[in-house]
């Protein structure tokens, strides 16, 4: 099961969601469908969990309580859905050592109360094929619902779940035809179930809330509304959760302030704003909207730390040596006043001495401590990186829209100033991590385990095909990984070595045990730094404050575990959600590009051709075999390449100039044949 890597705009603060997380499915034990059923484990238990399918008819158990996941045979799957939740046996899986297998005792809840897809025809009745892949039949419609046409999107009610004959259900919402705008990113919404509005409960709790804080709400608080502090984001950001400050003492000592918005002092625990955030757990960032966790009048007003206005923070102080040695850690409980609303490219201009005499005068006050920043993020890099810290920088693929349509498709390289950020937020996350750790408060982290020799044959697959020496280096360390990343930097095979890098790694997850950080080569960490789009980041606040308080908390593991397994799911959900909704959108702009001849490097190989990016764009498209028309190929998988019978062969990073023959938006694809010239 493959896994494509993703954007960062970073891994772990600011706008990123996640971590070291991957586009495609979690790679999961290879077992093969058509092997007969494992035999029975006296020591299998019972347990709650939820269902990930994949679209071959298998798929994978996830425990609520977070011990292993287990695979589920096809045979175990008919009648199941994506994102079901069931009761299952789990048990050792007699077929791979060291695995798990589930048997299905019984369904707790359908995950899929409704579908979005497309009207289509079958035996002349119109039925609704559902966007979701992994859902192979269609739903049949019965009488009773709305009526639609062929090629609309629609929204159906299952009223009959697969098992004994087919799917059956009725349309409850028209979304419109593909090409209408807005009609693509509404289907995403609804086809993972996200929702695009508040219950009333909530808007009515909001609405008591003041539009700022006042004097009453920030006695005890550390008073900070004189220091230098800004905020740096992206020009179409709203939701502004961390401002940074930086001092220095007699001493050359730095001082870095991380101050993070205070969303637990206006989200408590059992109120109706607090549980719906608690379900989301994450904020959506579609191509062309955002569904915040919280509503707007919380998320872009009352805890957004925007410019020139008083807001409650929790600040994060990390002390450093002039040559960047980390030497304490304090918080507290804060308030701040931001002097400047900072965009990442016009903070970069100052920095380059590229500024327009108006962007110059807009940061004057900053331009020093600007410096100064950027000279103590380098000094922090340094030192994750000599931990074997990784940093995979791939450049973000985003649609660019106006009026609803798609009118570019652009990457987006990393600046220095994102990379400023990313080091600050990283340092204050360990820092707090760290301190809950030894103040034994239970919280949940952010973890990342380490790949083992499975997950890395690929990589080494790879590196022995193309003989790109590797000798002596561990794949399953940080300094490993990281030192065979810096022996290729640069080279041809820079971008297919850590893309296989990163596909080779597990997923990060939330979790109550402190099991470290893998890619960021740290024992403890946790997400601190975006409590307006993350509700563990909210989580760890509460926990925070209690251990600042110095409060004695037990009896929380179970129920915080549950909450942490929950938001890594939604996680789950909302890349792939986002993901699409970039894609659904890349494939609009390239409808316009049929015939045209691009060139790209093949980024991918299968056994029934090869996925190449086109440039400039960075969109994937696929080159079926039989559209390598200069000879026969097929996949040499232990060599990794496209092998043709005549000697002919093809390589990952290898330039193909191809040429677009068609968009294929219901399956959504873009297919491209090679062109000789």
């Not at 058509?34 to 969990?49: L, M, N, Q, V, W």
């Not at 993972?192 to 709400?217: H, I, R």
Request: net charge positive.
């Amino acid at each position: 099961m493959s896994r494509k890597q993703k954007r960062q705009r970073n891994q772990h603060g600011k706008k990123s969601k996640s971590d070291f997380h991957h586009h495609g499915p979690k790679k999961g034990p290879s077992h093969s469908g058509g092997r007969g059923k494992p035999s029975f484990d006296p020591a299998a238990r019972e347990i709650i969990g939820k269902v990930q399918a994949n679209e071959k008819g298998f798929g994978f158990f996830i425990p609520e309580d977070g011990s292993p996941d287990a695979f589920v045979p096809p045979h175990q799957m008919r009648g199941i859905l994506n994102g079901d939740t069931i009761l299952a046996r789990v048990g050792k899986d007699s077929f791979k050592e060291g695995k798990f297998s589930a048997t299905v005792v019984s369904i707790v809840k359908r995950a899929h109360e409704e579908m979005v897809g497309t009207l289509l025809k079958e035996r002349g009745e119109l039925c609704l094929k559902p966007d979701d892949f992994r859902v192979t039949q269609p739903i049949h419609l019965s009488r009773g619902g709305l009526k639609g046409q062929m090629g609309q999107k629609a929204v159906a009610k299952i009223t009959k779940w697969p098992g004994d004959g087919p799917m059956e259900g009725q349309i409850v919402e028209i979304l419109g035809f593909p090409d209408d705008p807005g009609v693509d990113i509404k289907s995403v919404i609804r086809k993972y179930q996200w929702p695009d509005f508040f219950p009333k409960p909530v808007e009515n709790q909001v609405a008591t809330l003041p539009e700022n804080p006042g004097e009453n709400d920030w006695q005890g608080r550390l008073d900070l509304r004189n220091l230098l502090i800004l905020t740096i984001d992206g020009a179409d950001a709203k939701d502004f959760d961390d401002a940074i400050s930086l001092e220095k003492d007699s001493n050359g000592n730095y001082r870095l302030g991380v101050h993070i918005a205070d969303v637990s002092h206006y989200v408590r625990e059992g109120t109706p704003v607090n549980e719906e955030a608690q379900d989301r757990a994450t904020s959506l960032y579609l191509a062309d909207r955002v569904l915040p966790m919280l509503p707007h009048n919380l998320s872009d007003g009352l805890c957004s730390l925007r410019e020139g206005v008083p807001r409650l923070t929790l600040s994060a102080f990390l002390t450093y040596s002039p040559n960047g040695q980390f030497l304490k850690s304090d918080f507290a409980q804060s308030v701040i006043k931001s002097g400047r609303r900072g965009i990442y490219e016009e903070v970069q201009q100052v920095l380059d001495g590229k500024a327009s005499p108006e962007t110059r005068a807009k940061y004057s006050a900053f331009e020093g401590v600007l410096a100064d920043m950027v000279k103590l993020s380098k000094f922090i890099r340094k030192q994750r990186e000599a931990s074997g810290s990784l940093d995979f920088d791939f450049p973000e693929v985003r649609a660019v829209m106006e009026n609803g349509r798609v009118v570019d498709v652009r990457k987006k390289d990393r600046l220095e100033t994102h990379r400023l950020i990313e080091d600050f937020m990283v340092a204050a996350n360990s820092a707090v991590a760290t301190y809950l750790e030894n103040t034994k408060i239970p919280a949940v982290y952010r973890i990342h385990e380490p790949p083992n020799d499975s997950d890395v044959e690929e990589l080494v697959t790879f590196l022995g095909a193309y003989h790109i020496p590797f000798k002596g280096m561990d794949l399953t360390t940080p300094m490993g990984m990281q030192t065979l990343l810096r022996s290729v930097k640069g080279g041809p095979y820079d971008a297919v070595i850590s893309n296989l890098c990163l596909r080779s790694l597990k997923l990060a997850v939330y979790s109550t045990r402190n099991a470290g950080h893998f890619g960021l080569a740290l024992d403890s960490y946790c997400h601190f730094t975006s409590p307006i789009r993350r509700f563990p980041d909210l989580m760890v606040h509460r926990a925070l404050k209690k251990a600042l308080q110095k409060e004695r908390i037990t009896g929380q593991a179970q129920s915080l575990e549950k909450i942490a397994l929950h938001s890594s799911l939604q996680e789950r959900v909302a890349e792939k959600a986002e993901r699409e909704s970039q894609k659904i959108l890349q494939l609009r702009f390239m409808e316009n590009k049929v015939n045209q001849i691009f060139d790209g490097p093949v980024r991918h190989l299968t056994p029934y051709g090869c996925y190449v990016e086109l440039n400039p764009y960075g969109v994937e498209g696929f080159v079926p075999l039989e559209n390598l028309k200069d000879d026969v190929y097929q996949l040499d998988a232990p060599n990794l390449v496209l092998k043709g019978k005549r000697g002919s062969k093809i390589q990952l990073g290898e330039i193909l100039k191809v040429q677009v023959l068609t968009v294929d938006m219901i399956f959504q694809r873009l297919l491209l044949t090679r062109v000789y010239a």
